[in-house]
Every structure is written in structure tokens, then in C-alpha cells.
Nanobody, 124 residues
Framework: QVQLVESGGGLVQAGGSLSFSCAAS????????MGWFRQAPGKEREFVVA????????YYADSVKGRFTISRDNAKNTVYLQMNSLKPDDTAVYYCAAGRRVAIITRWKEYDYWGQGTQVTVSS
């Protein structure tokens, strides 16, 4: 059983930056693809970005490409999300997720473990 604990997020004005970290415990971190998803009120959970086990392959949703950066440190069992040039449309609860896969996965149903979710609010 893998536990994921997120930290970061918060409130920022449009154009600002925020960052997240997601610390994993209870499993072999490098066995997992790590992803970030978000869910705004009344909307479906949306894929944001994912990173493979080694960190050398990433995949971004078009909506965040060029603004968000995912990275991981397998020695620290932690994945990070740096969010720049934030827009009001980025407002949502953000979740980190772990999936025991080799290849990048973008569908939330394919992930096995989830963090608690953290609110990001971007004011205009």
C-alpha cells in the first residue's frame, strides 16, 4: 500500500507561481509512474502531467504545456510540480497519483494510489 502526501498549493494572483511536492511511502517509488490531476467544481477530473519511473519521460496536457514542470527524486520518494504563469482556469483541487506501470499513463482510472488533494486558487 502506497501513501501519497501532498504539500504546497494555495492562493496566487494570475501570472504567479506555485509549487507542489508529493511524498510517497509504503512502496518502491521507482516502480511507479507519477501523475498530477486536477478537478474543478462541477468538472471531470483532468489529467495535467505525468512522469515515468526514471524521470526521463514526461507528458503534459496541452493546457499546461510550457507553464508547468514535473520532476521526481527517487532517492527522496518525491515528485514535484512547478506551476508558472498561472491562470484563473488553473483553479482546482490538485491530486498526485501513482500507477504501477512502465509507460506514461494519462487516464485517472489507471492510477492505483492518490494523494489527499490540495486546493489551488488563481485570482484574476
Amino acid at each position: 500500500q502506497v501513501q501519497l502526501v501532498e504539500s504546497g498549493g494555495g492562493l496566487v494572483q494570475a501570472g504567479g507561481s506555485l509549487s507542489f511536492s508529493c511524498a510517497a511511502s509504503g512502496g518502491t517509488f521507482s516502480n511507479y509512474v507519477m501523475g498530477w490531476f486536477r478537478q474543478a467544481p462541477g468538472k471531470e477530473r483532468e489529467f495535467v502531467v505525468a512522469i515515468n519511473w526514471s524521470g526521463n519521460t514526461t507528458y503534459y496536457a496541452d493546457s499546461v504545456k510550457g507553464r508547468f514542470t514535473i520532476s521526481r527524486d527517487n532517492a527522496k520518494n518525491t515528485v514535484y510540480l512547478q506551476m508558472n504563469s498561472l491562470k484563473p482556469d488553473d483553479t482546482a483541487v490538485y491530486y498526485c497519483a501513482a500507477g504501477r506501470r512502465v509507460a506514461i499513463i494519462t487516464r485517472w482510472k489507471e492510477y492505483d494510489y492518490w494523494g489527499q488533494g490540495t486546493q489551488v486558487t488563481v485570482s484574476s
